[in-house]
């Protein structure tokens, strides 16, 4: 279902899922959840349904959170109960878009922990990650058969890009989107040298303000002959 172009069938709350669910027990399902706002005893609903067995995808576009427990739910409120959901084993795709005040806390325990092992499919975008939570990302023993991974706008630095094309869970991807981030020429010189890229077949890097000079570097590289699409838009 999640490559489908566009939904089976959209519902606006959880009881309409359950309902649709019902009618028309779909093997797999995902659901993605845009300009919601969020709070602990939906959510949890949600992963606690019978049916979030069959999910495979999961994404959060421009969400807002309500109340938890008398305070906000932050992203790692939301990152601990998918954790903690044993129905999400299944999950291949995870996207959190937009997600500014995903913080370094949250994405550790996207990457400690092994209900997130099944993922083949990580976006990030938006996202303010830091070098080290990157390092942490790229290192993850449970991360290591991603095969796309976006990290659009999310404002790593050139070490954190070295630590991730250099990791063994690289040798997986196939698609890798480091769009509107400030790579730099040490940063493209990192993408050209890692020979942990070498079966990466997709390669987006709009808005990163690719020189001559940084083309050239990308084009000698002799770890990249398996690219077929560079995205420079």
Known sequence: ADRLPTPLHKVSTLAGLERALRIAPFATFGVRLELEKLDDVEFLSLLQSPHA?????????????????????????????????PAL????????????????????????????????TLELAGAAIDDDALEQLATSPHLQYLHTLRLAGAMFGEDGLRALVQSPNASTLRALDLS?????????QAIANSMRLTNLTELTLAACECDANDLRTLAHSPHLESLRKLDLS
């Open 180 to 188: 509107a981030n400030d790579l730099g020429g040490g940063g493209m």
């Open 89 to 120: 084993r299944g999950l291949t795709t995870l996207r959190i878009v937009s997600a500014t005040d995903l913080d370094a806390d949250a994405l550790r325990i996207l990457a400690q922990n092994q209900v997130f092992g099944s993922l083949r």
């Open 53 to 85: 067995s069959h999910l495979v995808s999961l994404e959060f576009e421009n969400c807002e959170f309500g109340r938890s427990n008398r305070r906000l739910m932050v992203w790692e409120d939301v990152l601990q109960a998918l954790k903690e959901s």
